[in-house]
C-alpha cells in the first residue's frame, strides 16, 4: 500500500526500516495545536484571495476544529505510517470531510508548513522561558531585599577575597538573567517573520496573500525569500544559543547553591522540599535539585551543537536532515524550563546562616584591601606602597595565627608607625561591606536601592510573588 499523500510517483510502501527512519511523528506531534492555527490560517488566506469558496473554507475550518478538539481529549490516533503531525492531521481531514480536505495544501508544502510550525512553538517557548526567568528575578530580588546587610565572603579562584553582602550576590544573578530575557526577546523579534506561502521552495503561482496569513499568526512581515524561508533554521539556532548560555548562569548559581549547603561552608540549608537522602547513609542530605540544574546544562549545550552540526553543510533549500532539528530543541527548552522553575523555588527556600556567613567573611584576612585602602586615604600613602605595608601585615598575621583585627595597635605599627587605632573601624567585615557605597558596589543601601527597583520593575511587568 503506497502512502497516498505523496501522490503516484511511487508503486510500494517503505520498508519497515525507511518507516522507522523517516516518521517524525513521534516527537514532532507536540506540533500539532501550531499546524491547526497556521492551516487555519492559511485556508482563511485562500478564501480571502478567491481561491476557495466560502463553503470550502468553512467545511475545512470545521473540519480543524474538530481534530483540535479530539487531540485535546485524548482521542485522536497519531499513525507512524503517515510520517509527521502534518500527514496525520490532512489525513483524519480526509476522514472527516472528503476530498474536500486536499485543497487545505493549496499553495503550500510541508516544508513552509513545518517551517511556520516550529516558528510558532519556539516563539511560544520563549515566551513562557522569559516568563520564568522574571519570576526567577523576583525570587533572587526580593530575596537580595532581605539578605541586604547580611555578610558573607566574596570570592575570587574560590578563595575568600573581599566581604560582600548576600544580597549584593543576589543581585548579580538578576543581572545575568536580565541580559538571558534580552538575548531571547531579541530572538523572537528575529525569528517573527512567517515563512508560510514560500511553498517547496520557489513559491507559488497561485495569488496568494502572504501578508494575510503573516498578519493573522502575529508575525510582524512575511519572510522575503522563498529558499531561505524553508531552510532557514537561525531561529532555533539561536534560541538554543540563548538557552545555553541560560543554563550556563543556571549551572553557576546551582553550584553555589551545592557548596553553601555543603557542611564545609555551613552558609545554607534546603528544606526538604528540594533535599534527597541517601539510601545508605542516614545522615544525608543531598542538594540533588541543584546537581541536576547543574547537569542538564550539558543537554542543553549539546542541543545547539547538534543543531548546528546538522546544518553545517547544507545546500539551499530543504533537505531530510532538518527533520533532526526538533527533538534537541524540545529537550532544550523542557529541560531550561525546568531548570528555571527548580531555582526560582531553591532560591525561596534557602535558610541562610548569617553567623556562619559573617564568620566567614571575616576569615582568611578578607579586610585586607580595606587595611590598604585606609593607608591610602588616611596617611597619604601611594597604594602600591600601602599595598606591600599591608602583605608584611598579613604575612605578620598568618605568623601569629590571626585575623588582622585581632592584631595588637603595636604589630600593626611595626610596619607602618602612624598607624592609629582607627584603622580597627575598617577591619570588620560588616564595615567593610558597608563602605563600598560606588556604583554597583556591595553596600547594604546599594542593595536595597537596587533591589527595591527591580521588585517594582518586575511586578509593573506583571511578575506577581
Not at 580597627?424 to 560588616?430: G, I, K, M, N, R
Request: aromatic residues 6%; hydrophobic residues 40%.
Amino acid at each position: 500500500m503506497t502512502n497516498t499523500m505523496w501522490g503516484g510517483r511511487f508503486a510500494s510502501s517503505p520498508s519497515d526500516i525507511m518507516e522507522d527512519i523517516n516518521a517524525s511523528i513521534d516527537f514532532d506531534k507536540r506540533l500539532w495545536r501550531h499546524d491547526i492555527e497556521a492551516s487555519k490560517a492559511h485556508v482563511a488566506m485562500l478564501e480571502a484571495t478567491g481561491i476557495l469558496a466560502p463553503e470550502e473554507t468553512a467545511k475545512i475550518t470545521e473540519g480543524l476544529d474538530q481534530i483540535l478538539a479530539e487531540i485535546e481529549a485524548g482521542d485522536f490516533k497519531f499513525s507512524r505510517a503517515l510520517e509527521d503531525i502534518h500527514l496525520n492531521i490532512e489525513n483524519r481531514l480526509k476522514e472527516i470531510i472528503g476530498p474536500v480536505a486536499g485543497k487545505l495544501h493549496t499553495a503550500r508544502s510541508r516544508n513552509d508548513q513545518v517551517a511556520t510550525d516550529f516558528k510558532l512553538y519556539v516563539r511560544d517557548e520563549i515566551g513562557l522561558i522569559e516568563a520564568g526567568l522574571a519570576q526567577l528575578q523576583l525570587a533572587l530580588s526580593t530575596r537580595a531585599f532581605e539578605e541586604a546587610a547580611t555578610v558573607m565572603p566574596g570570592f575570587t579562584h574560590l578563595q575568600t577575597a573581599q566581604p560582600v553582602t548576600f544580597g549584593h550576590h543576589c543581585l548579580a544573578y538578576v543581572e545575568m538573567f536580565a541580559r538571558d530575557r534580552g538575548r531571547f526577546a531579541d530572538a523572537a523579534k528575529r525569528l517573527n517573520e512567517c515563512p508560510l506561502g514560500s511553498a517547496a521552495l520557489a513559491g507559488t503561482s497561485f495569488p496568494i496573500d502572504r501578508h494575510h496569513t503573516a498578519r493573522a499568526l502575529q508575525f510582524d512581515r512575511p519572510t522575503a525569500n522563498s529558499l531561505d524561508s524553508v531552510s532557514d533554521r537561525d531561529f532555533a539556532l539561536e534560541t538554543l544559543a540563548a538557552a545555553s548560555i541560560t543554563a550556563i548562569h543556571l549551572s553557576r548559581l546551582a553550584e553555589e547553591i551545592v557548596l553553601w549547603t555543603s557542611p564545609q561552608f555551613g552558609f545554607a540549608r534546603l528544606s526538604d522540599s528540594f533535599s534527597t537522602g541517601s539510601s545508605i547513609m542516614p545522615q544525608k542530605r543531598n542538594p540533588d535539585a541543584a546537581e541536576l540544574v547543574r547537569a542538564k546544562t550539558g543537554r542543553i549545550a549539546g542541543a545547539f551543537q547538534a543543531l548546528l552540526m546538522v546544518m553545517k553543510g547544507l545546500p539551499l533549500a530543504y533537505a531530510k536532515d532538518m527533520q533532526e532539528d526538533k527533538e534537541p530543541v524540545f529537550d532544550a527548552v523542557d529541560a531550561l524550563k525546568l531548570g528555571i522553575s527548580a531555582l526560582a523555588g531553591m532560591i525561596s527556600d534557602l535558610d541562610m546562616d548569617a553567623k556562619a556567613m559573617k564568620k566567614a567573611a571575616g576569615s582568611e584576612y578578607s579586610t585586607a584591601t580595606d587595611l590598604a585602602d585606609w593607608l591610602a586615604q588616611t596617611l597619604d600613602i601611594p597604594f602600591r606602597e600601602a599595598h606591600h605595608i599591608t602583605g608584611s601585615i598579613v604575612a605578620l598575621a598568618e605568623k601569629k595565627g590571626k585575623d588582622l583585627n585581632r592584631l595588637h595597635l603595636s604589630d600593626l605599627q611595626s610596619a607602618e608607625p602612624r598607624i592609629t587605632e582607627d584603622v580597627f573601624d575598617v577591619l570588620d567585615p560588616a564595615r567593610s561591606a558597608k563602605s563600598r557605597r560606588s556604583l554597583g558596589g556591595t553596600a547594604p543601601s546599594n542593595v536595597r536601592r537596587e533591589a527595591k527597583r527591580w521588585i517594582k520593575r518586575l511586578e509593573k511587568d506583571g511578575v506577581s510573588r
